[in-house]
Every structure is written in structure tokens, then in C-alpha cells.
């Protein structure tokens, strides 16, 4: 078991966005590895670098098109291993993305698999015998009419991204096109992602952030299937790589940790109700106070009880898929939503630039599929130079524009200025990291939690220490019952809580973790 998740904090980079150092105005490794010194400045231990395999690009690289290929606009396979070896060094893991549900229509597996003539990768897919006939399986359409096979395939996502064939829960027996799990085909399939695994687990990455986790095996309504998928994938990895860290894009704990992920992010889809707190209309954290913190806390009690001791659920500040956090809160709402996302149970994610605030930035065409998402993947602003350092490239040149704002955050400028919210989430990382009950998985215990109500309140607690949390999002001064009574504060953006009468008064827009 990979006990470095235990105080992991992440990052994660879009390469595309995060640093080139080659002039072509797109990122690369080695722009990531100059840049690891900045990444374990700010504290983070840990990174999930989205797919950066050979692709058409259809889906910003969730469309591979050779799974054991680094894609050369990032460098080569050698640069890959010296990003995995330089980040150890300082102490920092590495995920990557592993794509399992589908490829992109140029892989060699798909371009065999459309062939009329029976060949090792005839079911690799998920393909009908009639081309008029769609194969309707959750998750996508089809596509037909491109290969020479009679037969349409079912598709994942975007239309350019055929379904992988790890079989159907219950095949229809009127549909002889439908496999199961154990025939040959989609045993297969499975036995190819295994290979993949092993190349680069082989070669010093720490394990997979996996996406669509849930998708594998279909029309699995409860995901009994997929679930065996994955427990068939954990004894492998448990017998040969015992320490890969598996984190899912699954958004329903309870199933995946059953499947044998360590992790699981709550999304922004599923019952997790995260977008209450950070983008929807009110969202919690914002100071107008409107918001409701709820559902999240009752979905989040029901997560921990069902998978208690099995796993850990993650937060994360933002990801390359949903605006950024900045789109929705501004200035102290964006600390005090940090103070929450960094003492909460499971390992953080922080997306790249949102330690400095950086802006989704409104009306860009979409760049490789990102339509709404684009915004939140424009390129990463380190300083006050040509394209704010990201790249020499003329600004035309640039994989996605720069955020045109001339007050646009900096890394520069939020490290030069002591209260920036770079400083306020460094602090944050140091704290969590030198207390266990605040790291991934010190037990947490709500105390106040109130529908559309003001301050959100938590125990973390391990071992023998107990860390109150007291989180006012609230542009005003708020009061609540409380039993417990804090003691030395460790952490304060704010003043600190007065305490009088078993009642606990704290600051408007105030973060504050003592010890009880
Ligand atoms: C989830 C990924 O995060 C997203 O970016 C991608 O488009 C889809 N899965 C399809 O792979
Ligand atoms: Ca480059």
C-alpha cells in the first residue's frame, strides 16, 4: 500500500499549459522539471500530469493513439523517465493518466479492429455486426460508417474516441455482438491495460490517475462488473507493483474503493454536491453568504461510513475539467476556500495556478475539444515577461491565449507579496504537513454543518491530537453552539475565535484550526 498518499498533496499539470521551454509555444517535460523547485517550494509532494501520450489531440490527449509513446510536442520517453527521476529526487511522486475506456480512432488497435477479416484485435471494441444496428451501451453513442467491418462501434465520450470492449454485465443473449467480461476479447483488453501499466510503473512513474474509471464494462448499472475489472487489475498490480498508487475519476467512493482505488475524487457530477460549495450561483464560499454546505456534509458522511479504514475521498481546488475556483470567488473567499480544501481528510489537489488566483479566462475558442473548459487551460503565468514566462513563442503561436488581464496573477508577484494567497496556501500545505489529524487520514467529525448557515465547523483528530476547524466564509461575524473549546490556535487567517458561554464566536471571511 502506498503509504506516501497518507501526507500527499498534489498538483496537477495540463503539459500543454505549464511551461515551454523549446519556444513552441506549447509546455513540455522539460519545462516540468524546471519547474519542480517551484512546486516543492509551495509544499506540493506529489503530481498528475494529464495524458501526455501520442494522440490526434480530438480530446487534449484523453484520445491516445499509442499508450507506451510519449507524445514528442512534450519530448521523448527519456525525457519522461529524467521528470520521474528528478521528481523523486526532491521527493515528489508521480501519476499519470492512464486512459483505459477508449483510444483515439488512429490507434493501431482500432485501425486493425475496423478490418472485415478476423485478427487479434477484431474485439478489442465494442463493435455491432450490422453497421445500421447502434450498439446503445451507457457512456456515448457510436460511430459507423468508417470501417470497412460491418458493424458500428460504441464511443466513450467525443464521437473520435471508440470504446474499449471489457465486456457487458449481462450480455443480451438476443445480441450474440454482446461479450462478457471473461471471453476472450475482453479478457485481452484488460491484459493490454496491464501491459501498459507495467511499462511505465516500470519505469518510475508512482501510479495512474485513471479516467472514466466507471465506464469499463457496460450496461453494468450498479457496477458490479466494472468493479470485478478492477479487483482483476489490483491482484495483478498487487503482485507486481505492490506500491502503485491508483487514484480515480470515478466520483462514487463507495464502488471504487470496492474495486481496490485508494482514491477517489469528489466531482463535480455524481452526489457528492461539490459545485454547491465552489461554482454554482451562491456557492458556499462566496462572502454573499448565500450558499448551502448541506448536502455536501450529508453525502460526505455517508461516503465516510460506507468506506471507513477502506480509502481516501479527495478534494481538489480545481481540475482541467470545470472552471476555476477564481471564476466563481475572489480575493479572501479564495484563502478561505483553500483553508477548507487543505484540512479536509484525503490528499488535496491543487490545479495548476490556482495557488495564484489565476482567472478562468471568458470567450476562447475551444482548443482540442475543451469547449467550456478551455478557459480553465490557459497557459501558466509565472512573471512579467513575454507571455508572462510561459513561452518565447509569438503570442499567436500559443496553444491556448494568455490571459489577456494586465492585473493577471503572477507566480512572481503573489511570491514577492508576504499576504498573497500563494503565501496563504503555502502556509496552509506547511500546517497540514506537520500535523497528522490534518492530513489524508485523520478521522473527521463535523460539529457544525447547518443548512444555509454560517461558519462550517470540523474535528480532524489522529492519534491523540484533535484539531478544531472553524471555516467563516460569511462577510459578518458569526456565532455558534459548540462543546469543544480551542485552545492554542495553529492556524489563523482572521482573529482568532472568542469562546464564552459554550458558544464560539469567529471573525467575517476567517480560518481558524486550534487544538482542543
Ligand atoms: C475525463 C477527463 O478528465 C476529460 O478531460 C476527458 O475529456 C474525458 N474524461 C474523456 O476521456
Ligand atoms: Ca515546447
Known amino acids: ?26 509546455g513540455d517535460f522539460q519545462g516540468i522539471i524546471e519547474k519542480l523547485d517551484y512546486i516543492r517550494e509551495l509544499g506540493c509532494n506529489a503530481l498528475w500530469i494529464n495524458p501526455c501520450f501520442l494522440s490526434p489531440f480530438g480530446d487534449a490527449g484523453y484520445d491516445v493513439a499509442d499508450y507506451c509513446r510519449v507524445a ?20 515528489i511522486h508521480v501519476l499519470l493518466d492512464l486512459v483505459p475506456g477508449h483510444t483515439s480512432i488512429e490507434h493501431p488497435w482500432f485501425i486493425e479492429s475496423m478490418k ?33 467491418r460491418d458493424g458500428a462501434v460504441a464511443v466513450n465520450f467525443f464521437s473520435n474516441q471508440p470504446a474499449l470492449n471489457y ?23 484488460i491484459a493490454a491495460m496491464e501491459d501498459v501499466m507495467r511499462f511505465w510503473l516500470g519505469m518510475g512513474c508512482d501510479g495512474f490517475r485513471v479516467d472514466m474509471a466507471e465506464s469499463l464494462v457496460k450496461n453494468d448499472p450498479e457496477k458490479k462488473g466494472t468493479i470485478r475489472v478492477w479487483k482483476q487489475i489490483r491482484e495483478f498490480l498487487d503482485k507486481e507493483f505492490p506500491d502503485a498508487a491508483m487514484v480515480s475519476e470515478w466520483g462514487d467512493p463507495q464502488r471504487s474503493l ?21 461554482r454554482c450561483k451562491e456557492p458556499y464560499f462566496s462572502s454573499r453568504a448565500k450558499g448551502n454546505i448541506y448536502d455536501f456534509v450529508e453525502s460526505y458522511k ?19 475539467d470545470v472552471d476555476r475556483l477564481a471564476r466563481h470567488l475572489h480575493g479572501d473567499e479564495l484563502k478561505v476556500a483553500f483553508a477548507f480544501i487543505l484540512s479536509m481528510p484525503g490528499a488535496p489537489f491543487i490545479y495548476y495556478g490556482d495557488e495564484i488566483g489565476m482567472r478562468y479566462v471568458e470567450g476562447l475558442k475551444s482548443v482540442e475539444g475543451g469547449y467550456n473548459r478551455t478557459g480553465s487551460r490557459s497557459p501558466m503565468q509565472w512573471d512579467d515577461s513575454t507571455n508572462a514566462g510561459f513561452s518565447s513563442a509569438p503570442a499567436s503561436d500559443l496553444y491556448i491565449a494568455m490571459d489577456p488581464d494586465k492585473d493577471r496573477p503572477t507566480a512572481k508577484k ?51 491530537e484533535k484539531i478544531l476547524v472553524i471555516i467563516n466564509a460569511a462577510a459578518e461575524v458569526k456565532t455558534f453552539a459548540c462543546d469543544a473549546e480551542p485552545k492554542e490556535a495553529i492556524y489563523n487567517f482572521g482573529v482568532a475565535a472568542e469562546v464564552k458561554n459554550g458558544k464560539i464566536t469567529v471573525p467575517a471571511q476567517s480560518a481558524g484550526f486550534y487544538r482542543i
Not at 1 to 26: C, R
Not at 258 to 278: A, C, I, Q, R, V
Request: proline content about 5%; charged content about 25%; overall charge negative.
Open 302 to 320: 455517508e461516503n465516510c461510513e460506507k468506506t471507513a479504514g477502506k480509502g481516501l475521498m479527495c478534494m481538489f481546488s480545481g481540475n482541467h
Open 258 to 278: 470496492e474495486g481496490g482505488f485508494h482514491m477517489d475524487f469528489l466531482l463535480e457530477f455524481g452526489t457528492s454536491h461539490s459545485n454547491d460549495l465552489f
Open 167 to 189: 465486456g457487458f454485465y449481462q450480455p443480451d443473449p438476443e445480441k450474440p455482438w454482446q461479450q462478457s467480461i471473461d471471453d476472450e476479447g475482453p479478457q485481452a483488453t
Open 116 to 148: 472485415a477479416d478476423k485478427n487479434p484485435y477484431t474485439d478489442r471494441y465494442i463493435w455491432t455486426d450490422k453497421v445500421w444496428e447502434s450498439p446503445e451501451v451507457s457512456f456515448g453513442g457510436s460511430l459507423r460508417g468508417i470501417s470497412e
Open 72 to 91: 514528442p510536442r512534450y519530448g521523448t520517453n527519456e525525457d519522461l523517465k529524467q521528470l520521474f527521476e528528478e521528481a523523486h529526487k526532491k521527493g
Open 1 to 26: 500500500m502506498s503509504k506516501w498518499l497518507d501526507n500527499a498533496i498534489f498538483y496537477e499539470i495540463y503539459p500543454q499549459s505549464f511551461k515551454d521551454t523549446n519556444g513552441d509555444g506549447i
Open 414 to 464: 503573489e511570491m514577492a507579496a508576504p499576504d498573497s494567497l500563494y503565501h496563504e496556501v503555502k502556509k496552509l500545505i506547511r500546517i497540514r504537513q506537520s500535523h497528522k489529524a490534518l492530513q489524508s487520514r485523520g478521522k473527521i467529525t463535523f460539529v457544525y454543518a447547518e443548512k444555509n448557515a454560517y461558519p462550517l465547523a470540523y474535528i480532524r483528530e489522529a492519534g491523540d
